[in-house]
Each structure stands twice: as C-alpha cells, then as structure tokens.
C-alpha cells in the first residue's frame, strides 16, 4: 500500500503538524512501509487467537469514589501563559 | 410519496459521582472556574488516569436495568481531536467492547400502545471542559473544571420513528437514570443531554436514508420541535429532488431551525486507538450479580405494583411514578390518609402538582408534606371536612400554618353534619326563596340538577362552606319535589 501526497497532508493536518513541502515524499516512503507491514501481519491466521488490548497480562485496577485532589488553580496558573479571573485563555476560538 | 422518519438517540448521562472518572478531583457544579481542574484534568505531562470504581458501578446499574449484556472485559480509547477545552488532544472514550452491550426499553405513547426500543451500547467517556467566548477581550476562556466528568453515552438502534416516540424514549431513560440513583439528570446543569440521528426514506424501503445528525439538545421540548423541524427540512430536500447531504446540524432554539455547523467544527476522523495508559478492566459474574442486588424497585416495576396494590388506573399509575421522589411521597400520604388512594393521588397529581409547578419546587421541596396531606385527607374522607374547605386546608398548610387538624380546630372548619340544623337551614332557604322554588318545580328533571345549585350556594353561604354537601344536597332534594 502507498500514500499519496494528500493523504500525508491530510494525516499532518489532523495531528496538526506543519509539513515541509522536501520531506513529504520521505513521509509517504516511511508510512508506507509500515501500512505493508500491517498488510503483512493482516495475511497471519489469528482466529484461535484472544485479542490483545495490552501488553501485560494484568488487569486494571480501580479506585474508590473519593475527592482526594486538592485546590492548586494558582500553582497551575503560574505557568499557564494567559489567565484570566480564573480562567485559562487561548485564541479566540469562533464559535 | 409516502416518507418514513427514522431517528435514533445518543443520550450523554452526567453519572453522580463525587469525583472524576479518571482523577480525584471534585465533580461538583458550579465552583468558581478552574477549582476542580487538577493535573490529570489539564493533561499536564507525566500524569496517569485511575479509573473510578463509582462510575463502572452505576454503568452496570443502567445495564442492568435495560437487560443489556455486561461486558466481563472491556477497554478504554482515545477518540482524537483538538480542541482549547480538550487538553490532552484526545477523549478518552471507548469504541470496541464497551462496558454495556445490546438491551431493551419498552417505551409507552400517549395512545396508550407500548413499544420496545433497542439500544445498541451505552459506553463510558470523559466529559470536555467549556469554552466561554465573552467576557475576555477577544480571546477565549476555559474552565475546566466539566473535564473528566464522567459520562455514560447511550446510544439507541434507529428504532423510533417520530418526534414523539423520540421524546417518549427520552423521558423513560430521564426517569430511569434518576430511579437507579446514577445520575441527578439536570438538564439546565447539562447533566443529561442528547443528539439525535435523523433521516427520511420512502415507506417501505428497508435502507436508511442519508442522516443528518443534530447536536447538543439539552430540553424535552428541543428534542421535539428539533425533530419535527429536521423532518420537514429533509422531506422538503427530497420531494425537490434534491438529495440530504451527511452532516451535523446544530438546533437554534430562538429561531426554530437547524443549521449546518461550519466544516471546521466537524471534527469527524477521530483516529481511535486503544487507551496505553489504561488497562482492560475485568468485571466478574459476581461482581455484576452483587451490583444486581442494590437496584431500586424500576419504574415499569412500580408502576404495575401501583396499579395493582392501590387500584389506580394506568394514567394514574404512570404520572405518580414519574420519578422515585414523587412514588414515595405517594406512598407516604396514602399510608398517613388510611389507605386513601385515590383522594390521595387525585390531590397529588391536582392541587399539590399546580402548586408546585407555580413556586417551581420539586416534590422533595413540597412545604406540605405526605404526612400533611395524608392526615387532610383522613379527615376528608371520615367526613369532618369537605372537599371544598379542604382547599382552603391546603393552602394554610401551604404557608406553613400547621396540619390539617389544627387548622380544622384554629379556624372553626369542622363540617356541619347536625342534620337538624341542617333541615332548618334548607328549610329558611325554601322560604326566603319562593320564585326560585317555583322555577325549580316547572323545570324539567334534567334542569333541575343545574337549578339546585342557587340553593346548595345560599346554604353554604349561611355556614362558610362547612355544611356537609351530601346532606344539603339530599335535603334540599327531598323537600324541593316534595313541595
């Protein structure tokens, strides 16, 4: 399988990367060759197989439903570039 | 051409838990911005999320309560997108094996008919922070303290087929989700909320037509003008020829119309991949079997118990358990009225409900209690007071002046039932009276029922209301034809 150029623009526009115009061939190469190798694990029988969602072989474990967390707004606010009467400011984003 | 709608829900269910589904910052609303946003909130680098056992057990609650199959094993993903108020880049959702399967609800329409409706899955997920565009000089302020919420989607086959059906569907999960105690499903607070899948095809036809999918409706009444406004969009789109696009649509209430949200607000190829910071969760049988026992008596339960324990019709019935508060406080009063039920109903569902609906309180907040209501309605039925004075009754317990039988003795109200003074009223009234008594004489049958009422009226004057009415009635009656 081999990507075109647009969809290497359109995977860079999603993850919200800026591409440089040179190295989108380099992309196209790279990703491409780990789609054949998917294609080629695609070929294995895995019918008998249990599907695996993570590595080790544990299970998650939970916590009880308790506040613990404690008011550090300022602390993260500290490093936040723009905050405003509480809030965290970003660009204005157009509704 | 005959069109056919077809509609299915995704319900968004705020679940009542005190802290987040993967942090342990507080879910309370309305803190002041940014106070219950802690470091996994704001996704700062290095944190993990800690799955909340609360949230797995009121997910299964509802599970259970639709007959759904309960996954043993599930896991978590990341649905991808960006967004100010989504730090982290990514939702953590779930896509394959969520934590609820295939289950059933029977919903009930004003015609009285039942009809079950399927649902696909109901699936946990984080809920975003807000984003709030005034008030900050041309940028945008958030507030995250919303983000981690835990949320259970519930996602309906396309099983219902018009506003009606959808809005039905609705208020069965609103009134299911408060009976099962997962969720306070205030929808001014956002904590119940949904969108709604769309589409038009000929009657008939077995495939689905294109669906437009509308956001954010967050009222009963938004659902329904919502649904009936998208229909006749697609069904005006389709009878010109032209075909529906595919698309998300947002509902404007003040203008009555869906409109297309712009292409970049459509975020649609989320890139979903299983979650590596979090683990698959194992539920086992007895854990599902334990949380099985802790479900509450279930609407459609109460509602045949009411039913049949009290002897009320379906109408009945299904207004009074409308939600678990308002079934016990029924409950309640029937008990403190000896077994009233009817009157007991008949009261909650007339004067208490007006009453409420006018100071805008919910049943929880009733200033007459059940205990209030059952012991007026004791003294309605053992004839001490009238139906009418007990009006009056209502409204001074209403304000706070005491029970039913204080203000019985306070103000005097105790019905007239002294038959003989009752027979000297009737008879002062008859007397004083001649042109009507002869009026009433020459009518016929049916006329006279309407004509007793000028007497029935002189008397109750003459004793503010208090004379016993099945007695007045009878008298007069009895002495009128005679005459």
């Known amino acids: 399988m081999s990507l075109e150029k647009t969809e290497i623009e359109k995977i860079a526009w999603l993850a919200r990367l800026a591409l440089d115009e040179d190295d989108i061939p380099g992309y196209a190469r790279d990703l491409s060759n780990i789609l054949g190798l998917v294609e080629q694990m695609n070929t294995i029988k895995t019918n008998d197989i249990e599907p695996l969602a993570h590595p080790m072989e544990i299970k998650a474990r939970l916590r009880p439903d308790e506040v613990t967390e404690t008011d550090q707004r300022e602390k993260f606010q500290n490093i936040a570039p723009h905050v405003d009467n509480g809030h965290y400011l970003v660009p204005r984003v157009i509704e | 051409?005959?069109?056919?709608?077809?509609?299915?829900?995704?319900?968004?269910?705020?679940?009542?838990?005190?802290?987040?589904?993967?942090?342990?910052?507080?879910?309370?609303?309305?803190?002041?911005?940014?106070?219950?946003?802690?470091?996994?909130?704001?996704?700062?680098?290095?944190?993990?999320?800690?799955?909340?056992?609360?949230v797995i057990k009121k997910a299964v609650k509802f599970g259970l309560a639709v007959n759904a199959e309960i996954a043993e094993h599930f896991v978590f993903a990341r649905k991808n997108y960006f967004y100010p108020d989504l730090p982290k880049g990514y939702q953590i959702s779930q896509l394959e094996l969520p934590i609820v399967g295939y289950g059933q609800i029977a919903i009930r329409l004003d015609d009285g008919s039942n009809r079950i409706i399927g649902i696909t899955r109901a699936h946990l997920e984080e809920d975003a922070g807000k984003s709030l565009h005034e008030d900050f000089h041309n940028m945008t302020g958030i507030d995250l303290n919303r983000a981690g919420t835990p949320l259970l989607e519930i996602v309906s086959e396309p099983d219902l087929r018009n506003a009606q059906e959808a809005v039905a569907y609705m208020k069965k999960i609103h009134t299911l989700v408060r009976y099962l105690g997962i969720s306070d499903g205030n929808m001014q607070e956002g904590s119940f909320r949904c969108d709604a899948n769309i589409s038009i095809r000929a009657k008939g036809d077995t495939k689905l037509g294109t669906r437009a999918e509308i956001k954010n409706l967050n009222s009963f009444r938004f659902v329904e003008q919502a649904i009936l406004h998208e229909i006749d969009r697609q069904i005006d789109i389709l009878e010109s020829g032209n075909k529906v696009v595919q698309e998300t649509r947002l509902y404007d209430p003040d203008k009555n119309e869906t409109r297309a949200m712009r292409s970049k607000e459509e975020a649609n190829d989320y890139r979903y991949f299983p979650d590596p910071d979090l683990l698959p969760v194992e539920l086992s049988r007895d854990d599902i079997e334990s949380i099985r026992t802790e479900l509450p008596e279930l609407p459609d339960a109460k509602r045949q118990r009411f039913i049949k324990a009290f002897n009320l019709s379906e109408y009945d019935s299904s207004n009074l358990t409308i939600s678990r508060e308002l079934a016990d406080y029924f409950e309640a009063t029937v008990q403190a009225s000896g077994g009233e039920a009817k009157l007991s109903a008949n009261w909650i569902m007339g004067d208490l409900s007006a009453a409420l609906n006018k100071e805008n309180k919910d049943i929880t907040k009733s200033p007459v209690t059940a205990n209030a209501l059952g012991g007026m309605i004791k003294r309605i039925k053992d004839n001490t007071i009238s139906g009418k004075i007990a009006k009056q009754i209502f409204e001074d317990m209403w304000n706070g002046e005491g029970d039913a039988d204080t203000i019985i003795e306070v103000r005097g109200l105790k019905q007239v039932s002294d038959s003989g003074l009752i027979e000297k009223l009737v008879d002062e009234v008859i007397a004083a009276n001649p042109d009507q008594v002869e009026q009433f004489r020459s009518s016929p049958g049916e006329k006279q029922g309407k004509l007793i009422g000028f007497f029935v009226g002189q008397i109750m004057k003459k004793t503010q209301g208090k004379a016993n009415p099945q007695q007045v009635n009878a008298l007069l009656n009895k002495k009128l034809t005679a005459g």
């Open chain 2, 1 to 54: 051409m005959q069109w056919e709608t077809v509609i299915g829900l995704e319900i968004h269910v705020q679940l009542s838990t005190r802290s987040k589904i993967f942090s342990a910052a507080a879910t309370a609303y309305g803190a002041e911005a940014n106070r219950q946003a802690c470091a996994v909130d704001l996704g700062l680098p290095g944190v993990l999320p800690v799955i909340n056992a609360g």
